[in-house]
């Protein structure tokens, strides 16, 4: 009989502790899952689930003004937040409601509770202690606003999807796959949209190309762009509304100022000064290839480790974890994450999809390569009267012929590239592609017959 009440005590219930929970009860280990806030963590509530969701409303008023040219009536269509946002909550309430099924099925016990580590073995929930061979440290990022004068007045993600009302002027603060895909949301929704950056272009870690073809894309849609910019203080006017005093003295109002400047590790009041868990430099939780801590019974992951910041990817991990521990067949054998050509998309307007690298770094990677480009006016635009272009780009080694990075800009870039990425995983070459049919006609089919290289 263990000496612990539990095997495995997990602190977080979003995407990568569940699983990690789910699979270890699975493979019998006694397990407990303590969540204060959110079940399903981030993605669920405040994150990637109802940020589509607001996305496919925002898709609409395109949607309306193409009809048109396709024969359908001009009446305006009117839009109503509360019903979207109303909508919403009763949506993520019955995903609340499936991942505690998905946990209470598993036999994982469930405790709605904040826990803080007090020992290597001990977690305090509520009042009472409890021990636990493993702990696992699964809580996610969380949403930081830097302190200026007026920051109280500016609010995060974790407030944007459920205002009181629907804010006329939005201004946007950051350039990362948050405030870019807001800056979709709130101007395809009706508002008029400034998105605020203090670098020269948005989306610094994405291939310059695809950055720059998204800027005009997004401005073409009516976002305003304003970079090389920021915010030095915000006041709250009688009327409510907001006037933000700019970094070269201008200023600019709105109903509403979204801060998505970033996310630090929620580890605040986790008890990690009562263990030997080391931290990086950036605050995140340090681990080995097995996310195993410097405390040798305590693991960690997902974002709170500071990796690849992807709802997948901790998904992964947690999964990889479980087995490693726990599974009869791989128990102690190495976790063996790969994460190399990891698909992803941001959900701005136009979506971008990309898996493999860069042009830029597959440069300094490999030297030499080719690179295949192509922008178009999608079939569709050309009776909508749309003028939004999508562009598709793939970056080949010369030596291997080996495509090493494939990029969308367009409609569904997001679902075309997840077929990509297992191309590209398998070591798919530019000759495999350039023998595969396309599917005529669709913009995808465009990956197959890039022939030329543009250089």
């Known amino acids: 009989?263990?000496?612990?009440?539990?095997?495995?005590?997990?602190?977080?219930?979003?995407?990568?502790?569940?699983?990690?929970?789910?699979?270890?009860?699975?493979?019998?280990?006694?397990?407990?899952?303590?969540?204060?806030?959110?079940?399903?963590?981030t993605c669920v509530n405040v994150g990637c689930v109802p940020k589509k969701l607001y996305v496919y409303a925002s898709q609409f008023s395109d949607a309306y003004r193409d009809a048109t040219g396709f024969g359908w009536g001009e009446?305006?269509?009117?839009?109503?937040?509360?019903?979207?946002?109303?909508?919403?909550?009763?949506?993520?309430?019955?995903?609340?409601?499936?991942?505690?099924?998905?946990?209470?099925?598993?036999?994982?016990?469930?405790?709605?509770?904040?826990?803080?580590?007090?020992?290597?073995?001990?977690?305090?929930?509520?009042?009472?202690?409890?021990?636990?061979?493993?702990?696992?440290?699964?809580?996610?990022?969380?949403?930081?606003?830097?302190?200026?004068?007026?920051?109280?007045?500016?609010?995060s993600s974790n407030e944007v999807f459920d205002l009181a009302e629907f804010p006329k002027r939005v201004l946007v603060v950051g350039g990362g796959y948050i405030a870019v895909e807001f800056a979709g949301i709130f101007q395809g929704l009706g508002a008029d949209t400034t998105l605020l950056y203090r670098g020269e272009l948005f989306l610094r870690s994405f291939d310059q190309e695809v950055r720059e073809f998204v800027a005009t894309e997004i401005a073409r849609k009516g976002v305003n762009l304003a970079f090389n910019s920021n915010i030095e203080n915000i006041e709250k006017q009688a009327d409510g509304s907001l006037l933000a005093t700019l970094t070269d003295g201008t200023q600019t109002e709105a109903d509403m100022i979204l801060y998505a400047t970033g996310r630090k590790p929620n580890l605040l009041d986790l008890g990690l000064e009562n263990i030997n868990v080391k931290l990086s430099a950036k605050g995140t939780i340090e681990v080995d290839e097995n996310f195993q801590t410097s405390q040798a019974n305590i693991y960690a992951v997902g974002d709170v480790i500071g990796g690849a910041e992807l709802t997948p990817v901790a998904l992964a991990e947690g999964m990889a974890l479980a087995r490693h521990l726990y599974s009869p067949e791989h128990k102690n054998a190495p976790c063996n994450m790969d994460y190399e050509s990891i698909p992803t998309a941001v959900f701005c307007q136009p979506n971008i999809g990309t898996v493999g690298l860069s042009e830029e770094q597959a440069k300094e990677k490999y030297g030499e390569i080719s690179v295949f480009s192509s922008s178009f006016r999608a079939l569709k635009n050309t009776i909508s009267g749309s003028e939004e272009r999508t562009m598709m780009k793939m970056i080949v080694d010369k030596a291997s012929d080996r495509v090493i990075g494939v990029h969308m800009v367009g409609p569904d870039a997001g679902e075309i590239i997840q077929g990509i990425a297992i191309a590209i995983k398998a070591g798919a070459t530019k000759a495999v592609f350039d023998g595969t049919i396309g599917i005529h006609p669709t913009a995808a089919e465009e990956f197959v017959t890039m022939r030329e290289a543009t250089r």
């Open 75 to 155: 009446a305006a269509p009117t839009f109503n937040w509360n019903v979207l946002r109303d909508n919403k909550v009763e949506e993520i309430s019955r995903l609340n409601g499936i991942y505690v099924n998905l946990l209470e099925n598993s036999g994982a016990e469930i405790f709605n509770a904040r826990a803080k580590i007090t020992g290597p073995n001990t977690v305090l929930v509520g009042d009472k202690e409890l021990s636990a061979e493993r702990i696992l440290i699964a809580t996610g990022g969380w949403p930081f606003i830097p302190n200026f004068p007026g920051s109280e007045h500016a609010i």
């Open 1 to 41: 009989m263990s000496k612990f009440d539990y095997d495995l005590f997990v602190i977080g219930a979003g995407s990568g502790g569940v699983r990690a929970a789910r699979m270890a009860a699975g493979f019998g280990a006694r397990v407990a899952v303590a969540e204060d806030r959110y079940m399903g963590g």
